[in-house]
């Protein structure tokens, strides 16, 4: 792999699943400090995995969302972080943070908020569903598991204003695990980050894509699944599902989407002599 690519957050990335093409389309890009958004993590583990760390010695994140295409039809699984600046706090697990090019790379692609039908949330927060009022309004429809939404007393704390939930409201439509959304897109409960935290399951051309939202932040945790984030809900639940979806994406025909991943957010796990896994990055 190229270290660069840890390093740096991702372009436009597509990939083809049979009739359905997935692109990720950025919307900007934070940074997330080593050892306080994985608390569990040492000085020795950052030495060792020094290449996932930018010149400031901090990992970065992509922000972004998901296009999926079937034929004319158009659903985007998260909504970015919106047109923010938000700088660094000395001390807090999280850097700066820049987004707002959603829209315009949207555009790049051919789409705009009115030719997109569905927004997918996977969980609520403010680098989710950045760009969620303005979809609603352009008239996509909102889904988002039924135990996110019944907890979204908590979605402030995580930067979601109540005005930006009262515009997601009038458009919600609440979804259970397995039921599909889209064709070829079906959702799959992952709580732990958040109470109600789904990921997105997409078939196709005999391949599946698990688009596993903030399940997991790095491809660091894909070795070592018991860090959780410092921000995570439920940390024991969190670690749980990790376990589980590295362990789907090394099944065969497997894919993962890793929305935080730099510029490796498409990838598959893959496992050496001994057992341990890993992220390989897949870009067709």
Do not use: C
């Amino acid at each position: 792999m190229n270290d660069d690519r840890l390093r740096r957050p991702a372009g436009i990335r597509s990939l083809q699943l049979g009739d359905i093409k997935v692109t990720y389309v950025p919307d900007g890009a934070g940074r997330l400090s080593p050892r306080g958004w994985l608390p569990d993590t040492t000085d020795e583990v950052w030495a060792e995995h020094s290449a996932h760390l930018d010149a400031t010695g901090n990992l970065v994140a992509s922000m972004g969302g998901l296009l999926v295409e079937h034929g004319d039809r158009a659903l985007l699984i998260d909504a970015g972080v919106g047109p923010v600046h938000l700088p660094a706090q000395p001390g807090a697990p999280v850097g700066e943070i820049n987004g707002g090019a959603l829209l315009d790379n949207l555009a790049r692609l051919g789409r705009t908020p009115a030719g997109i039908e569905a927004v997918a949330i996977t969980h609520l927060h403010g680098d989710h569903t950045g760009w969620s009022a303005r979809l609603a309004e352009a008239g996509a429809v909102h889904l988002m598991s039924a135990p996110e939404w019944e907890h979204r007393h908590l979605a402030e704390q995580h930067g979601v204003s109540p005005e930006a939930l009262a515009a997601l409201e009038s458009g919600l439509r609440t979804v259970a695990d397995g039921e599909e959304i889209f064709p070829g897109v079906r959702v799959m409960l992952t709580p732990g980050h958040t109470a109600g935290h789904a990921a997105y399951v997409i078939t196709g051309g005999g391949r599946r894509l698990i688009a596993f939202g903030d399940a997991l932040h790095s491809p660091v945790q894909i070795a070592h699944p018991e860090w959780s984030a410092v921000v995570d809900h439920d940390a024991r639940q969190s670690a749980v599902h990790r376990r589980r979806l590295v362990e789907e994406m090394a099944g065969p025909g497997t894919l993962g989407f890793g929305i935080h991943f730099a510029d490796v957010v498409f990838g598959r796990v893959v496992r050496d002599a001994a057992g341990a896994a890993s992220w390989e990055p897949v870009d067709a």
